[in-house]
């Protein structure tokens, strides 16, 4: 029994003491009007943007975050198009992504077309990176004019209005927090990483 007990403790204790870390204002933010009906957990990113750039390939944030989320719980990405000369067609690529299942297979590729080769110059260059990635060239075409897809561009949109999105990466939890960038551990790409992934746990299970 008393091994129980002190189970319990040491639990509240570990509880407390994560809790104790993060704090309103410092390594999040409540937003002032809550959106109801987004992803528990929504980063929105531009492929144009170079600290989304380091956020996703040098930090790896995304990944961390993901490894982080109790269980059942999904981690979506949306695209903003209010960067670049190409933000609007890139947001219409990302919905083709997310339709076709293979965002984990052009998110590196497109943005090294874009940040360190600058291949990315018209729509097609876009197609391009799909069709490199193992993308049917048919299928990058047949889903781009797809209702799917039109539908899941006003729904970056309208998460990006509804939120009041300043800049990214930026990410939301619960359409009620947003996490502070500048307000983790920057001591290493590791510390920041497990923070940010951290954070975001903390929020989520927040009611």
Known sequence: ????????????MAFSASAAQFSEGTQYVTLN?????EPQVLEFFSFYCPHCYQF???YHVSDSVKQALPAGTKMTKYHVEFLG?????????????IALGVEDKITQPMFEAIQKTQTIQTPNDIRDVFVKAGVKAEDYDAALNSFVVKSLVVQQEKAAEDLQLRGVPAVFVNGKY??????????????????????????????
């Open 33 to 37: 009007k809550p959106v109801t009906g």
């Open 56 to 58: 996703e390939e040098v």
């Open 85 to 97: 000369p190409l933000g609007k067609q890139l947001t219409q690529a990302w919905a083709v992504a």
């Open 178 to 207: 947003m996490v502070k960038n500048d307000g983790l551990d920057a001591s290493s790409k590791e510390a920041y990483a497990k923070q940010f992934a951290d954070v975001v746990k903390f929020l989520s299970e927040q009611k």
């Open 1 to 12: 029994m008393n091994k129980i007990w002190l189970t319990l403790v040491g639990l509240m």
